[in-house]
Each structure stands twice: as C-alpha cells, then as structure tokens.
C-alpha cells in the first residue's frame, strides 16, 4: 500500500521558517515528480512547488518563489518543502503528491499519490 505521509507542521509567527516532510513508503518514488500542494480554509487547493523525478527541475507558485524549497532525498524516500519568511496568507493544510511519472507539473489532477496534510499556520 503506498503512502504519503507529511510532517513538520505547526505554529509559528510571520517571518519564521519550517521545514515539512513527505515520506513515502510501499513505492519508490525515486523517478517520480513530488509535489507540494495547499489548501487554505474555504479556498480550492493551490499548487506550491514540485521537483522532477531527476531533481534537475523546480517549479514554485509565484506567491513563494524565493521563499519555499523543494528538495529530496532519494535514498530515504523523502521529499522537503522549506519554508522561510512565512506569512500569515502561508497558513494552509500541506499536501505532500506523486506522479508516477518523472515530469513536473503545477496540476493536481495529475498527481496519483496524495498525502493527507500537515496543518501550517503563521501568526502576524
């Protein structure tokens, strides 16, 4: 059974960094584009950043462009968003995503694999 399973979340202030995690388990993901998605309350889920199944590319949302970072760790399955100089607009559910596929992709429709979310929020 694969699973995606975040980490990571929590409560800080404007300005603060957090680093959250996705560990995937029953797969390797090692070629697989992982994406990092959120949904904040009463708003559709908005796509935060991916890395491709090589890691040669990353694509971010304008909003955290400079500010979020998306990294793996092939050897532990794993994949990073970190987050630096957050702002209260950040806070969100996480969504940690897979393709089966190598290819980035900003839409979630795409994605084949869902964690279930790790809750952010970011106090001014």
């Known amino acids: 059974q694969v699973q995606l399973v975040e980490s990571g979340g929590g409560l800080v202030q404007a300005g603060d960094s957090l680093r959250l995690s996705c560990a995937a388990s029953?797969?390797?993901?090692?070629?697989?584009?992982m994406g990092w998605f959120r949904q904040a309350p009463g708003k559709e889920r908005d796509f935060v950043g991916v890395?491709?199944?090589?890691?040669?590319?990353?694509i971010y949302a304008d909003s955290v462009k400079g500010r979020f970072t998306v990294s793996r760790d092939k050897a532990k399955n794993t994949v990073y968003l970190q987050m630096n100089s957050l702002k209260p607009e950040d806070t969100a559910v996480y969504y940690c995503?897979?393709?089966?596929?190598?290819?980035?992709?900003?839409?979630?429709?795409?994605?084949?694999?869902w964690g279930q979310g790790t809750q952010v929020t970011v106090s001014s």
């Open positions: 995503a897979a393709r089966r596929i190598a290819a980035a992709s900003r839409v979630g429709a795409s994605y084949d694999y």
């Open positions: 029953g797969r390797t993901f090692g070629n697989s584009a």
């Open positions: 890395i491709s199944g090589s890691g040669g590319t990353t």
